[in-house]
């Protein structure tokens, strides 16, 4: 319950600030220890929201473990879970190259592709958030991704009937292009 409190008051103004400030990170990051789906969503949630635009919330997380967990939680066998998971890394990573680099050699990238390629739309569309946030200005996680040939997976994207969706793979996309001409060339001729 304290995660769902801390992730509603990380949305108001300074807040992140002042919640990071009074140690509030390292025990959410000690939630995602739990046995319980809900706790372990609500923690992750609640992260997600701290981390959102902010450098330092983003390191502390880094710093205290949290990467570790949230991208273990890409492999469990809860969407909600796995959805969650990808929107935190999304929302970690962002303008972050050391979370970025970090979440590469954790081996996130994998699974963050398989989940472009479930069923379920949502999961979906936040594991391409999290392939945008990792390959955004990084050209050691962009080779990452495109080793595994996740264009051909993010233009399927492209054809879903949801705005959405159809925005987050073109922005993926972009991400991956990142400033090669080389790159650039390969990510068109896989839209087509």
Known sequence: RSAVILSDLACVDDNQESISAQGGIPPL????????????VNA??????????????????????????????LGVDSDILKAAAAAALASICAGHKDNQDRVVEQGAVR?????VCCRNVTVQVKAASALEAIAENNSTSQ??????????????LLKVWSVEVKEQGACTLWALAGHTPRQQRMIAEKIG
């Open 44 to 73: 992750v949630n609640a992260l997600r929201v701290l981390c959102t635009g902010n450098h330092g919330n983003q390191s502390t997380v880094a710093e205290n473990c949290g990467l570790e967990p949230l991208v273990e939680f």
């Open 143 to 156: 080779a990452a991704i495109l080793d595994l040939d996740a264009p051909k997976f993010l233009n399927k």
């Open 111 to 115: 699974p963050l592709v398989d989940l």
């Open 29 to 40: 990051v000690h939630l995602l220890e739990s046995e319980l789906e809900d706790v372990l």
